[in-house]
């Protein structure tokens, strides 16, 4: 996934492209390059690494003053972080930058080689350069519509044409693309954080659509390339929000705005009283029968405390899937089955594929997503947004624990609809769904102590998780968040498995994380505890604070404020994002940017 950037307007477009660049880094970061049409003359500068390499190459580079430019971070999908491969791509008289991936590159590389044309690198990006300088005689509109229909794949495109020297020429399809409207200048990002300093005003171009600026302002032809009027939104982020703040890394900050989101995404739903929870985005639920719940990574995790609170309350089976599993699976759907979609970003390939193999079998998608105007939220039928605001660290924190919040209130919504819980039972969750954001300052208030915990452990080659039921999903969770940002390696057991072979990675020092928010199951994951500290383990305890031992049998405890325990899982995974956080910072890795990930994983 990478991050495009494009302006005209009355500011230095080389200005504005570096430091919207800065504000998509989440999306890619190997390799930066900018391109400024100054006259008609494009000026191409660009560069492998962080984006300091590519301002010390500007700074040599003496640019002429342009007001118009496209930019791009890499995250490489054909061809290694390399200059000859980062973008912007030439290809006579067309300059542009891509995000996303054209599969069918190969083919019509070999055919435009055998025409003659000379390809200088490994990307399938070059391919659509060299297909646009191939059919533009004196028209970009019409040469753009000619490639498109050569390529298959993703892509949003931000396009220079060199005699069209203040237009940049933008289109997309899979690969996210908006457009800002400020005062006489234009701005186009894959995400709204790169132009919040200039404008909250954005357009959502829509796949086939062209938008044409030019001079600061914008125009957008239709696919049959009519003019066409569209709807200018407004972001509900600031600029503020989507800086630091402060804090020395987004991740640190995201994690102590956790209670902020989950207060934004709970309170809205709740304020009208239990009786009419979710019920302005989940209108008839009666018809569902089986749940299908799809995601990757921490989104999945989420959809395991899904799927527990939702055949605990309201007796609907769920299955848990993992996207880029299930896309290729062949589910056995039936009437009454709907699909619970869940995604930060609203554009990670495998999930959208999701999204796309439901529509073709008319299955209702229930999205919960963070990105407003995102493709998974523009493609489903029903949208649960989650309300963090900008979350911009790779490791998602306050975005996942507001799914979970979204997954609660959904499973106690369902149960009311099928009277399978009690009205008593309800009110207690429905109580405790509102004393969340307060309870989860309670929980960073003890930011130290896990600080602590993670420095005790950070030379640890191994760290393990175990829990039973939910615990075990809030283990996933907390062992993805340690093994992405720290590079420790890390698992998740459900507890009552270690005694079938796991349990022989124990040794001497060997630190477990035990955590027990259910108290049906706490008496066997201590056992299971014991029985790890018997190995040798050292063992940190989990529990709420009327749950704290009178025997000391753990080396350390991290005691959780006492809530209704069907909603604990929100706050059991705060300190262990604390700890993996702690863990990265005194490794030293890059926690905001981990090695080889990225914030919204757009390729397969
Ligand atoms: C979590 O910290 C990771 N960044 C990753 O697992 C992420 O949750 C996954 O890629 C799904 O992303 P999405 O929610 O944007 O679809």
Request: aromatic residues 8%; contains cysteine; charged residues 25%.
């Amino acid at each position: 996934m990478c991050g495009i950037v494009g302006y005209s307007g009355k500011r230095s477009a080389a200005d504005f492209l570096i430091n919207g660049l800065k504000k998509l880094e989440y999306r890619g970061y190997d390799s930066a390059g900018i391109a400024v049409n100054c006259g008609g003359k494009i000026v191409t500068v660009k560069a492998e690494g962080r984006m300091e390499n590519l301002e010390r190459k500007l700074a040599q580079a003496a640019l002429p003053e342009a007001f118009c430019g496209i930019g791009h971070t890499r995250w490489a999908t054909h061809g290694e972080p390399s200059d000859i491969n980062s973008h912007p791509h030439s290809a006579g008289r067309v300059t542009l930058v891509h995000n996303g991936i054209i599969e069918n590159y190969a083919k019509r590389k070999q055919h435009l080689e055998e025409k003659g044309r000379v390809f200088v690198s490994q990307t399938d990006t070059e391919v659509i350069a060299q297909l646009l300088d191939y059919y533009y005689a004196d028209n970009p509109v019409e040469a753009i519509q000619k490639t498109l229909t050569k390529l298959r794949g993703s892509y949003a495109l931000a396009i220079l044409f060199s005699d069209r020297p203040d237009t940049i020429y933008a289109v997309r399809k899979d690969s996210p693309l908006v457009i800002g409207k400020g005062k006489d200048e234009i701005c186009i990002a894959s995400d709204i954080p790169a132009f919040l300093s200039v404008t909250k005003d954005y357009y959502l171009l829509e796949e086939g659509e062209i938008a044409i600026v030019r001079n600061g302002d914008v125009r957008f032809l239709d696919e049959w390339g009519n003019e066409t009027v569209k709807q200018l939104n407004t972001a509900t982020w600031n600029f503020e929000e989507a800086e630091k703040c402060g804090y020395k890394h987004f991740m640190l900050k995201e994690m102590h705005e956790e209670p902020k989101s989950l207060k934004n995404t709970i309170y809205p739903r709740i304020a009208d009283g239990i009786d009419h929870i979710l019920e302005k985005e989940l209108a008839s639920t009666e018809s569902i029968r089986r749940l299908y719940i799809v995601g990757c990574g921490s989104a999945m995790h989420a959809g395991l405390l899904g799927k527990s609170a939702i055949e605990s309350l309201a007796h609907i089976p769920c299955s848990v899937e993992i996207a880029s599993e299930f896309r290729y699976g062949t589910p056995l759907f039936a009437d009454g089955d709907a699909v619970v979609l869940i995604s930060q970003s609203g554009e990670t390939a495998d999930s959208l594929a999701v999204l796309k193999l439901a529509r073709e079998k008319g299955v209702p998608v229930i999205a919960i997503v963070n990105v407003v105007g995102s493709s998974i939220a523009r493609g489903a039928d029903i949208v649960l947004y989650t309300n963090a605001g900008p979350e911009i660290a790779v490791a998602t924190t306050k975005a996942y624990t507001a799914q979970v919040a979204v997954l609660y209130m959904m499973a106690l919504r369902l149960g009311i609809d099928r009277k399978t819980v009690s009205r008593e039972r309800a009110e207690q969750i429905f109580e405790a769904l509102k004393q969340l954001p307060e309870k989860a300052e309670e929980v960073l208030a003890n930011e130290t102590e896990y600080q602590r915990m993670a420095t005790t452990y950070r030379n640890s080659h191994d760290l393990f998780f175990i829990g039973r039921g939910q615990d075990w999903a809030i283990c996933c969770e907390g062992s993805l968040k340690l093994k992405e940002i720290s590079y420790m390696h890390s698992e998740a057991y459900a507890a009552g498995e270690l005694k079938h072979g796991t349990i022989s990675l124990i040794e001497e020092g060997v630190p477990v994380i035990a955590i027990s928010t259910t108290a049906a199951l706490r008496e066997k994951t201590i056992s299971n505890l014991k029985e790890v500290l018997a190995r040798g383990a050292h063992v940190i305890y989990e529990c709420p604070a009327s749950a704290v031992p009178e025997q000391k049998f753990y080396h350390d405890i991290i005691v959780l404020p006492d809530i209704d325990e069907s909603v604990m899982p929100i706050l059991a995974i705060i300190p262990l994002q604390m700890i993996a956080y702690y863990t990265a910072v005194d490794r030293g890795s890059d926690v905001d940017k981990p090695r080889n990930l990225a914030k919204s994983v757009t390729v397969e």
